[in-house]
């Protein structure tokens, strides 16, 4: 497993760490989740990624639990605050309230007295922004909180927020989890560029395209039972599963197989080919899955691979 630094922070985490979506917390038997944390401790992972509003604290639990036989320095623990977590008219969002009872009650829930990396889970447009780094900047000050980070902003929010906390002398957010993969390519145009200039490093959530780039789904054929798109809702994955991608995925299969990679593994190693991409979070609801995963850190794409890739991209 290699390792790299966080934005610009020196704080070194795996390039492949493990998420707890759709996974952990009551979608999978719970004795596959803790096995799967302990797979990636002996496979040298080091990050591990959960939030409070998955299952409702559920996740955390499990999470927590989990890593409670491990030295609280051997590993680094993010989790997240935005999303409902109640019926009431603060259970959610970014203001000062929320934030300081949902940072206390995600420490209660993963068994630990700080989180190393607390993500603002979406942007909130009826908080203002003073006001939500001013809340993370005493976690930070607190020692409950080790470093900020945020999830889907956009260039623009984040280059705010990097201005008014430096005019503040607040903590900086030094992280961002966003959506990206060979299907999902968003952030390259501004975010990456924006992150860059701030010291900003990407820590890439659904890089195997909510499993299509793993090639289990196929044009023409059917939905594999127990596959997350036969999940309720779950059926288009967000509308990554189509006719087009899926040709894309079995072209993709031959560059693969000329590598000696897998589909997976390609994927995972075209992502970490960023060098703002700190980290790839994957999920596994088996062991085994993190096992192959793990071999794409490290692997380095000529740029002949690279080339073939993006024609089949852009196609």
Not at 177 to 185: A, E, F, G, K, W
Not at 197 to 202: A, P, R, S
Not at 213 to 236: C, D, F, H, M
Not at 297 to 311: K, M, P, R
């Amino acid at each position: 497993m290699e390792y790299r630094r966080l934005g610009s922070t020196g704080l070194k985490v795996s390039e492949i760490s493990l998420g707890s979506w759709l996974t952990y917390g009551g979608y999978v038997e719970e004795q596959n989740a803790i096995s799967s944390i302990d797979k990636a401790f002996e496979l040298g992972i080091n990050f591990f990624d959960t939030a409070n509003v998955y299952k409702r604290g559920e996740a955390e639990k499990v999470v927590g639990e989990a890593l409670s036989k491990y030295d609280r320095s051997s590993y680094v623990l993010a989790t997240k605050v935005f999303g409902k977590m109640g019926e009431g008219p603060n259970d959610s969002g970014l203001s000062r309230k929320h934030i300081m009872e949902q940072c206390h009650a995600s420490l209660k829930r993963l068994g630990t007295d700080y989180i190393d990396i607390y993500y603002c889970h979406r942007y909130h447009e009826e908080t203002p922004l003073e006001e939500t780094l001013r809340a993370l900047d005493d976690l930070v000050r607190q020692g409950k909180v080790l470093y900020v980070g945020v999830s889907e902003w956009t260039a623009e929010q984040m280059t705010e927020a990097v201005h008014l906390a430096d005019k503040k002398l607040l903590d900086r957010i030094v992280v961002n989890q966003p959506n990206y993969s060979m299907l999902h390519r968003y952030i390259e145009k501004e975010i990456i560029p924006v992150s860059e200039k701030h010291g900003i490093g990407q820590v890439v959530f659904s890089p195997l395209a909510q499993g299509v780039l793993t090639g289990k789904y196929k044009k023409g054929e059917e939905i594999p039972v127990g596959s997350r798109a036969s999940q309720e809702n779950l059926g288009n994955l967000f509308g990554v599963l189509n006719d087009q991608n899926l040709e894309k995925v079995e072209r993709l299969k031959g560059i693969a197989e000329n590598e000696n990679l897998s589909l997976s593994q390609l994927a995972i190693a075209w992502i970490l080919r960023q060098p703002n991409v700190a980290s790839a979070l994957v999920g596994a609801s088996r062991p085994q899955q993190l096992e192959e995963n793990m071999k794409a850190s490290g692997v380095s794409l000529s740029a002949e691979t690279l080339q073939q890739i993006e024609e089949v991209l852009s196609a």
